[in-house]
């Protein structure tokens, strides 16, 4: 995935400087406000816009207001954006995470643990530094069970 700094730095350092706005906003639980400053710089991605090192991030930026509002529905789309823009890459633990907290949260266990696994085969229990314990908690105790039904 290319840095969209060495392409454009202007861009780039735009992008930036409206994401922190953002992440100011978020940090004030002026969460509408962060997600309109995350939008705008999304918007300013150039297409394909899943091709760019900042795609995660802003993707990721979203998320994380939108679990804050509870709207895991929201989160989920967002989560899956982030997903894809760093798919081959599967050292980015964290939106896999992102992504089973959203099933997690939404009742749907078999999927979050499905999500949980990947991050966990790459990263352990280091994967979900950062996140609710509850989340590395359901996995072992559902890595438990399945063990225990193979027996």
Known sequence: MPNLEDYNQPLSD?????????????????????????????????????????????????????????????????????LEAVKDNPRHTSARINVGITCYETGDTSEAYTWFEQAYQFGGTRAFQGFDRKYLQFYTQMKQTEKEEAQ
């Open 14 to 82: 735009q992008i930036v400087a409206i994401v922190e706005q953002g992440n100011r906003s978020h940090e004030d639980h002026k969460w509408d406000q962060a997600l309109d400053k995350y939008t705008e710089a999304w918007e300013l991605l150039p297409e394909p816009i899943a091709h760019w090192d900042l795609t995660e991030w802003i993707a990721s930026c979203k998320v994380s207001v939108y679990m804050d509002r509870q709207d895991y529905q929201q989160a989920r789309e967002w989560a899956l954006l982030a």
